[in-house]
T-cell receptor
């Protein structure tokens, strides 16, 4: 069974630009969560999608948004990038009813210059 | 609000020895899960072990075991017979028993296994 995949793995953007990251969950997993990992703030929850609906949202500004498609693949978008958005972005998927088993992808390393 | 605290930023252990990583948490929930995740240099977050709060028995997975003290809100990880491949960041995490799927993470402990 293929694991969670994230694309791209590495990304360099300029301040003010926008970026879209993609996450494909494990087959059959309909819940996808996104996390931001930075040296200063650690791992922070961004949002969770289930069946194409945002189910939960962390404490991030509106520049951070996401969506989920009918095949459960999810994208997150960051508009008007700031230097502080440089981070490792991780997504995790889980089966409904087994929310305690979250499988993480390898992450996308975003660098904002 | 839930908080998870890991007070040991870095630790080291000799290969084949035993090491214990500490974690404390704060919550008003009665039903929850606790986890230890491992993040090696490859950055892939890997679940090491899970403990359900309603279970009194401490979870064990091969060389990894936990000491879950619910009243003290303490959840430590013991790694026995440490191997070079155990070198990684270890994160303690909390999830509510029902409702939101999000994990609350501690700041991590960087473990180095010395040959």
């Amino acid at each position: 069974k293929a694991g969670v995949t994230q694309t791209p793995r590495y990304l360099i953007k300029t301040r003010g630009q926008q970026v879209t990251l993609s996450c494909s969950p494990i087959s059959g997993h309909r819940s996808v969560s996104w996390y931001q990992q930075t040296p200063g703030q650690g791992l922070q929850f961004l949002f969770e999608y289930f069946s194409e609906t945002q189910r939960n949202k962390g404490n991030f500004p509106g520049r951070f948004s996401g969506r989920q498609f009918s095949n459960s693949r999810s994208e997150m978008n960051v508009s008007t990038l700031e230097l502080g958005d440089s981070a490792l972005y991780l997504c995790a998927s889980s089966l409904e009813g087994q929310r305690y088993e979250q499988y993480f992808g390898p992450g996308t390393r975003l660098t904002v210059t | 609000a839930q908080t998870v605290t890991q007070s040991q930023p870095e630790m080291s252990v000799q290969e084949a020895e035993t090491v214990t990583l500490s974690c404390t948490y704060d919550t008003s929930e009665s039903n929850y899960y606790l986890f230890w995740y491992k993040q090696p240099p490859s950055r892939q977050m890997i679940l090491v072990i899970r403990q359900e709060a309603y279970k009194q028995q401490n979870a064990t997975e091969n060389r990894f075991s936990v000491n879950f003290q619910k009243a003290a809100k303490s959840f430590s990880l013991k790694i026995s017979d440490s191997q070079l491949g155990d070198t990684a960041m270890y994160f303690c995490a909390f999830m509510k028993g029902t409702g939101a799927n999000n994990l609350f993470f501690g700041t991590g402990t960087r473990l180095t296994v010395i040959p």
